[in-house]
Protein backbone atom coordinates (compact mmCIF):
# COMPACT_ATOMS: atom_id res chain seq x y z
CA UNK A 1 0.00 0.00 0.00
CA UNK A 2 1.45 3.71 -0.75
CA UNK A 3 2.31 5.92 1.44
CA UNK A 4 -0.80 8.57 -0.19
CA UNK A 5 -3.36 5.72 0.35
CA UNK A 6 -2.47 4.91 3.91
CA UNK A 7 -2.34 8.76 4.37
CA UNK A 8 -6.11 8.81 2.91
CA UNK A 9 -6.99 6.11 5.13
CA UNK A 10 -5.85 7.70 8.12
CA UNK A 11 -7.50 11.23 6.59
CA UNK A 12 -11.65 8.23 7.13
CA UNK A 13 -10.33 7.11 10.33
CA UNK A 14 -9.72 10.50 11.51
CA UNK A 15 -13.47 11.93 10.12
CA UNK A 16 -15.45 8.59 11.50
CA UNK A 17 -16.32 10.64 14.80
CA UNK A 18 -17.36 13.74 12.72
CA UNK A 19 -19.23 11.65 10.16
CA UNK A 20 -21.20 9.48 13.03
CA UNK A 21 -22.21 13.09 15.02
CA UNK A 22 -24.21 13.70 11.31
CA UNK A 23 -25.27 10.77 11.47
CA UNK A 24 -28.45 11.54 13.81
CA UNK A 25 -31.44 13.35 12.76
CA UNK A 26 -31.76 15.43 15.84
CA UNK A 27 -28.07 16.90 15.56
CA UNK A 28 -28.49 17.51 11.82
CA UNK A 29 -31.60 19.27 12.80
CA UNK A 30 -29.83 21.74 15.49
CA UNK A 31 -27.16 22.39 13.17
CA UNK A 32 -29.64 23.71 10.38
CA UNK A 33 -31.64 25.66 13.58
CA UNK A 34 -27.98 27.01 14.41
CA UNK A 35 -27.42 27.92 10.73
CA UNK A 36 -30.41 30.04 10.47
CA UNK A 37 -29.98 31.70 14.07
CA UNK A 38 -26.46 33.40 13.64
CA UNK A 39 -26.43 35.14 16.86
CA UNK A 40 -26.69 31.75 18.82
CA UNK A 41 -29.65 29.68 20.64
CA UNK A 42 -30.26 28.74 24.42
CA UNK A 43 -31.09 25.39 24.86
CA UNK A 44 -34.48 26.23 26.00
CA UNK A 45 -35.23 27.40 22.61
CA UNK A 46 -33.78 24.66 20.26
CA UNK A 47 -35.63 22.20 22.78
CA UNK A 48 -38.77 24.39 21.65
CA UNK A 49 -37.96 23.89 17.87
CA UNK A 50 -37.16 20.42 17.99
CA UNK A 51 -39.57 17.74 19.07
CA UNK A 52 -37.05 16.76 22.25
CA UNK A 53 -36.47 17.04 26.18
CA UNK A 54 -34.36 19.98 27.29
CA UNK A 55 -32.06 17.54 28.53
CA UNK A 56 -31.57 15.57 25.22
CA UNK A 57 -31.32 18.90 23.58
CA UNK A 58 -28.76 19.47 26.24
CA UNK A 59 -27.02 15.71 25.38
CA UNK A 60 -26.79 16.55 21.77
CA UNK A 61 -25.34 19.81 22.13
CA UNK A 62 -22.47 18.41 24.12
CA UNK A 63 -21.91 16.04 21.29
CA UNK A 64 -21.71 18.68 18.59
CA UNK A 65 -19.55 21.02 21.10
CA UNK A 66 -17.37 17.98 21.62
CA UNK A 67 -16.62 17.39 17.54
CA UNK A 68 -16.31 21.09 17.27
CA UNK A 69 -19.42 21.51 15.10
CA UNK A 70 -20.55 24.42 17.76
CA UNK A 71 -19.04 26.42 20.58
CA UNK A 72 -21.42 28.43 23.33
CA UNK A 73 -20.96 31.92 25.02
CA UNK A 74 -22.31 32.73 28.04
CA UNK A 75 -24.73 35.95 28.23
CA UNK A 76 -26.14 36.41 31.53
CA UNK A 77 -26.84 33.56 33.27
CA UNK A 78 -27.69 30.99 30.16
CA UNK A 79 -25.59 29.33 27.55
CA UNK A 80 -26.15 29.71 23.89
CA UNK A 81 -24.93 27.94 21.06
CA UNK A 82 -23.31 29.10 17.62
CA UNK A 83 -22.40 26.61 14.93
CA UNK A 84 -18.54 26.73 14.26
CA UNK A 85 -18.56 23.99 11.84
CA UNK A 86 -15.20 25.31 10.40
CA UNK A 87 -12.65 22.69 11.50
CA UNK A 88 -14.94 20.16 11.21
CA UNK A 89 -15.71 21.07 7.70
CA UNK A 90 -12.42 21.47 6.43
CA UNK A 91 -11.16 18.10 7.64
CA UNK A 92 -14.30 16.69 5.63
CA UNK A 93 -13.60 18.36 2.73
CA UNK A 94 -9.77 17.27 3.20
CA UNK A 95 -10.64 13.65 2.76
CA UNK A 96 -13.11 14.33 -0.25
CA UNK A 97 -10.19 15.82 -1.50
CA UNK A 98 -7.53 13.33 -1.31
CA UNK A 99 -9.99 10.67 -2.42
CA UNK A 100 -10.66 12.59 -5.45
CA UNK A 101 -7.03 12.72 -5.46
CA UNK A 102 -6.76 9.17 -5.31
CA UNK A 103 -9.49 8.66 -7.70
CA UNK A 104 -7.44 10.63 -10.56
CA UNK A 105 -3.99 9.32 -10.16
CA UNK A 106 -5.34 5.87 -10.55
CA UNK A 107 -7.04 6.31 -13.69
Not at 70 to 87: A, D, M, W
Request: aromatic share 4%; proline share 3%.
Amino acid sequence: MSQRTEHVLQQFKDCIPLLEVLTDENRQAIIMLLAQNKSGLNVNAIASHIDLSRPAVSHHLKVLKQSGFITSEKKGVENYYVLTVRKPLEQLKALITAVEAECNGSQ
